[in-house]
T-cell receptor, first 109, second 114 residues
């Protein structure tokens, strides 16, 4: 089955700085890579996703890159704000989502 | 409008007393999933239905079962809940294999075992 590794497990950044989270996956059949933000007690919320035929995607302050050859993908958040503080999960899917372990992001004001 | 609906939002059950969680969808998606999420952990896939085909993850305990009587509904049955089964249970749906495999999550059911 798919194995997704996510680093770092915790990340503290100063407001306005950038945050980067990296993930690797094992199954070459995975073709869809979403990122979720989860606040305490709530369901995971999709913030951005990328498909295997695309190398990079950007949505305002959030960008994701995918290196299919190396089987790794990354989330970049620029100009971080306090409301970006949450747990972020990467996932890889061939239609079954396998999640990384999560990164707790804290944005310091 | 809610597209994946889970009931109840909060469920308290006694140790060993069977409990059923429900999920319904208005998206007409082929695939329905059940995830278990314990505190400070990632969601863990328990099983999924691709249409009527049931797929169990290898490490899902026998205590957990699922039913999908039709496209719209899926149930999670816990036969004899233990204290270790206390968690958030998330239902999700997707179209299935293909170019668009975005998963839509319900709000979750938080299960407490007393």
């Amino acid at each position: 089955g798919e194995n997704v590794e996510q680093h770092p497990s915790t990340l503290s950044v100063q407001e306005g700085d950038s945050a980067v989270i990296k993930c690797t996956y094992s199954d070459s059949a995975s073709n869809y890579f979403p990122w979720y933000k989860q606040e305490l007690g709530k369901r995971p919320q999709l913030i951005i996703d990328i498909r295997s035929n695309v190398g990079e995607k950007k949505d305002q302050r959030i960008a994701v890159t995918l290196n299919k050859t190396a089987k790794h993908f990354s989330l970049h958040i620029t100009e971080t704000q306090p409301e970006d503080s949450a747990v972020y999960f990467c996932a890889a899917s061939d239609y079954k989502l396998s999640f990384g372990a999560g990164t707790t992001v804290t944005v310091r004001a | 409008d809610a597209m994946v609906i889970q009931n109840p939002r909060y469920q308290v059950t006694q140790f060993g007393k069977p409990v059923t969680l429900s999920c319904s969808q208005t998206l007409n998606h082929n695939v329905m999933y059940w995830y278990q999420q314990k505190s400070s952990q990632a969601p863990k896939l328990l099983f999924h239905y691709y249409d009527k085909d049931f797929n169990n993850e290898a490490d899902t305990p026998d205590n957990f079962q699922s039913r999908r009587p039709n496209t719209s509904f899926c149930f999670l049955d816990i036969r004899s809940p233990g204290l270790g089964d206390a968690a958030m249970y998330l239902c999700a749906t997707s179209r299935g294999p293909g170019s668009n495999t975005e998963a839509f999550f319900g709000q979750g059911t938080r299960l407490t075992v007393v």
